[in-house]
């Protein structure tokens, strides 16, 4: 383990004093400290008192105060986020956020973060299984990234899963840049696209398989896998999906953003097709909105909600729900109040609606197969005529991508990416992935329904008329309208708040923005890799 557990527990076993914070997914915003009280502390005061107090002490001790310097620096750094407080009351613009350009996404690996161990002198290969569907996965791989630094192990490239409900049998190449993701991740981690023939057939036994606890921490890794890869040589965790503890140590996390947001990227026919979607709704409007909607009747008999059907639809979906034998019964009217249903289609276009979005907006709607068809669809079309799927922007284009869920996955996932506005109606793997990412590229306009609050006033909307109704929706979803001061550390899972690898820009507005500028151009020339050859080997550079 050397270097890597020795500099893992030099800054985390820091990180492991402080206290752990809830991991639910509430829609809530950071209350200005002046509502709670008449004085506001000014904690720069209070921790400059206690640095004070404490440096007499150590002058007579000897005793450093390293450990609370640490943590007074990180306090500063988290406020960030609190001067953006709640107190602002005004109306909400529903197509970007006004702070949002205060912020720009920072993963860039630091001076003295190790740098990747060869491949010969790795502890050993490490085989990745990745589960479910192209989120899951991706979020799967980017933690892998960082399971590999940590056993300074020699990553394979990922296998992705073929047997999931998705029943897609892409693997990696077909779906991400191989050679991208290889080159980009050269400075962190060495991978390689299969284990050396010459070395499987050295080996006495064959792979050594396991699956690890549900996000396990890095001390786990290194306690429990590492001494099995060591040992074996060739190592593969099966069903790799959020295995990783979501708190880590900043700089491994900003390794989780580099590995995300950068290293995988969609192959080029993929891309391509993606971004002439895009163009195609911006021929017809300046601006739009991509609605992901999760509405497939797998997914809807799984949350064990009732969405207005009648006996036909509980008969259908009790007997898809059969499928699971260990799911528990549900009351459907208690997740509802809980707030863990989808919103219907019907319900995402009145939430739409009431927040401001006029009857001629262009929207692009991402989903798969919608449980009732054309007529669960109608209501939405009826509030927004402009109605856009990939099936109708690219009949021809799209057919030799139709056999792979996963590839039409990504292409949705581009248009979404690009939208001025995301919109989802659950909280699963593509909402909560690219909510992180439009969080990091700018806090893009992202709204996530208050599902719990909103289901008590969809019930009640025929009790009120229109304008009430508006208002009531735009108060409940202040603080899901994805804006920064939205984000906290510790908040729900990393990959959909990446508050560490999220950075404010400072100095007066004009300047700063030419700076950022700058800074984004430099990132770009660093991001690109340059492919050289050594003898037969292709060597990646960057």
């Given at each position: 383990?050397g270097g890597a557990k020795a500099w893992m527990f030099s800054v985390v076993s820091v990180n492991l004093n402080g206290s752990v914070l809830?991991?639910?997914?509430?829609?809530?915003?950071?209350?200005?400290?002046?509502?709670?009280?008449?004085?506001?502390?000014?904690?720069?005061?209070?921790?400059?008192?206690?640095?004070?107090?404490?440096?007499?002490?150590?002058?007579?001790?000897?005793?450093?105060?390293?450990?609370?310097?640490?943590?007074?620096?990180?306090?500063?750094?988290?406020?960030?986020?609190?001067?953006?407080?709640?107190?602002?009351?005004?109306?909400?613009?529903?197509?970007?956020?006004?702070?949002?350009?205060?912020?720009?996404?920072?993963?860039?690996?630091?001076?003295?973060?190790?740098?990747?161990?060869?491949?010969?002198?790795?502890?050993?290969?490490?085989l990745i299984a990745a589960s479910g569907g192209l989120n899951q996965q991706r979020t799967g791989i980017s933690d892998a990234v960082v399971?590999?630094?940590?056993?300074?192990?020699?990553?394979?490239?990922?296998?992705?899963?073929?047997?999931?409900?998705?029943?897609?049998?892409?693997?990696?190449?077909?779906?991400?840049?191989?050679?991208?993701?290889?080159?980009?991740?050269?400075?962190?981690?060495?991978?390689?696209?299969?284990?050396?023939?010459?070395?499987?057939?050295?080996?006495?036994?064959?792979?050594?398989?396991?699956?690890?606890?549900?996000?396990?921490?890095?001390?786990?890794?290194?306690?429990?896998?590492?001494?099995?890869?060591?040992?074996?040589?060739?190592?593969?965790?099966?069903?790799?999906?959020?295995?990783?503890?979501?708190?880590?140590?900043?700089?491994?996390?900003?390794?989780?953003?580099?590995?995300?947001?950068?290293?995988?990227?969609?192959?080029?026919?993929?891309?391509?097709?993606?971004?002439?979607?895009?163009?195609?709704?911006?021929?017809?409007?300046?601006?739009?909105?991509?609605?992901?909607?999760?509405?497939?009747?797998?997914?809807?008999?799984?949350?064990?909600?009732?969405?207005?059907?009648?006996?036909?639809?509980?008969?259908?979906?009790?007997?898809?729900?059969?499928?699971?034998?260990?799911?528990?019964?549900?009351?459907?009217?208690?997740?509802?109040?809980?707030?863990?249903?989808?919103?219907?289609?019907?319900?995402?276009?009145?939430?739409?609606?009431?927040?401001?979005?006029?009857?001629?907006?262009?929207?692009?709607?991402?989903?798969?197969?919608?449980?009732?068809?054309?007529?669960?669809?109608?209501?939405?079309?009826?509030?927004?005529?402009?109605?856009?799927?990939?099936?109708?922007?690219?009949?021809?284009?799209?057919?030799?991508?139709?056999?792979?869920?996963?590839?039409?996955?990504?292409?949705?996932?581009?248009?979404?990416?690009?939208?001025?506005?995301?919109?989802?109606?659950?909280n699963g793997n593509m909402a909560r992935t690219l909510a992180g990412r439009r969080r990091y590229m700018g806090h893009k306009r992202t709204?996530?329904?208050?599902?719990?609050?909103?289901?008590?006033?969809?019930?009640?909307?025929?009790?009120?008329?229109?304008?009430?109704?508006?208002?009531?929706?735009?108060?409940?979803?202040?603080?899901?309208?994805?804006?920064?001061?939205?984000?906290?550390?510790?908040?729900?899972?990393?990959?959909?708040?990446?508050?560490?690898?999220?950075?404010?820009?400072?100095?007066?507005?004009?300047?700063?923005?030419?700076?950022?500028?700058?800074?984004?151009?430099?990132?770009?020339?660093?991001?690109?890799?340059?492919?050289?050859?050594?003898?037969?080997?292709?060597?990646?550079?960057?």
């Open positions: 383990m809830s991991n639910k997914h509430v829609c809530w915003r950071w209350r200005s400290s002046a509502a709670q009280q008449s004085k506001p502390i000014s904690w720069s005061l209070v921790f400059g008192l206690m640095l004070f107090s404490l440096g007499i002490v150590s002058l007579f001790t000897g005793h450093v105060v390293s450990d609370l310097d640490w943590y007074s620096r990180r306090l500063v750094k988290q406020k960030l986020y609190f001067k953006l407080d709640g107190s602002n009351k005004g109306p909400i613009d529903i197509w970007k956020s006004e702070n949002g350009q205060s912020f720009y996404g920072c993963s860039k690996r630091s001076r003295k973060f190790p740098h990747a161990v060869r491949e010969r002198s790795s502890n050993g290969y490490l399971v590999a630094w940590l056993l300074n192990a020699t990553l394979v490239v990922p296998e992705l899963d073929h047997n999931s409900y998705w029943k897609d049998n892409s693997d990696f190449v077909n779906i991400f840049d191989v050679n991208w993701f290889i080159s980009y991740l050269v400075k962190d981690v060495t991978i390689v696209k299969k284990v050396p023939d010459k070395f499987m057939r050295s080996m006495e036994k064959n792979p050594y398989s396991m699956r690890v606890p549900r996000k396990s921490p890095p001390e786990y890794y290194l306690d429990q896998v590492l001494p099995i890869l060591k040992r074996r040589r060739v190592l593969q965790l099966t069903k790799f999906d959020y295995r990783l503890a979501n708190n880590i140590d900043e700089e491994l996390q900003k390794l989780r953003c580099r590995a995300n947001f950068h290293a995988l990227r969609f192959t080029k026919p993929i891309q391509e097709l993606g971004q002439k979607l895009v163009l195609r709704m911006r021929e017809m409007a300046i601006r739009f909105i991509a609605v992901h909607l999760r509405f497939e009747p797998d997914m809807l008999a799984f949350s064990g909600c009732y969405f207005g059907g009648g006996d036909k639809e509980r008969y259908e979906l009790a007997e898809i729900r059969k499928r699971w034998e260990t799911l528990p019964d549900l009351d459907a009217d208690g997740e509802r109040s809980r707030g863990k249903c989808p919103l219907t289609p019907h319900e995402v276009g009145l939430m739409l609606r009431a927040l401001g979005f006029a009857n001629d907006t262009y929207i692009y709607v991402a989903s798969g197969e919608i449980y009732g068809g054309e007529e669960t669809l109608r209501p939405l079309r009826d509030l927004f005529p402009n109605f856009y799927t990939k099936e109708r922007l690219a009949n021809e284009e799209l057919k030799p991508f139709l056999p792979f869920s996963s590839r039409l996955a990504a292409i949705d996932y581009i248009v979404c990416d690009e939208s001025d506005v995301f919109v989802t109606n659950n709204i996530r329904p208050n599902a719990k609050r909103l289901s008590s006033l969809f019930m009640e909307r025929d009790k009120m008329d229109w304008d009430t109704f508006a208002r009531k929706v735009k108060a409940v979803q202040r603080g899901c309208m994805g804006e920064p001061d939205e984000m906290r550390p510790g908040r729900g899972e990393f990959h959909e708040y990446p508050y560490s690898c999220i950075c404010k820009k400072n100095g007066d507005p004009e300047s700063e923005q030419v700076r950022g500028n700058q800074g984004l151009k430099n990132r770009s020339k660093e991001e690109e890799p340059v492919l050289g050859a050594k003898g037969d080997e292709q060597v990646f550079l960057i």
